[in-house]
């Protein structure tokens, strides 16, 4: 999808590493970008992504690992409305 491409593209990444933080393999990135449709966690994981980079939490060239860490909190807090 064209959303999968620009979440990536925001953040400087290759499918690679985009793949290793969704949990996903490098082909299915492509396949998202394709077209293809995200599934519930993957869609999930976009959306964190993306409320991420709207508020500033995350920049281009932060490796995954560092995306993970900074998207915590808001793991938490949004797992707290359960």
């Not at 933080?21 to 992504?49: H, I, T």
């Amino acid at each position: 999808m064209v959303r999968t491409k620009s979440i990536r593209e925001q953040l400087d990444w290759s499918q690679a590493q985009l793949a290793e933080f969704l949990g996903l393999s490098q082909p299915a990135v492509a396949r998202c970008e394709g077209g293809a449709p995200e599934s519930g966690p993957v869609a999930r994981l976009l959306d964190q992504l993306e409320i991420g980079i709207g508020s500033g939490i995350l920049c281009a060239g932060m490796s995954s690992s560092e995306a993970i860490s900074a998207l915590s909190p808001l793991r938490i807090a949004a797992g707290r409305g359960r």
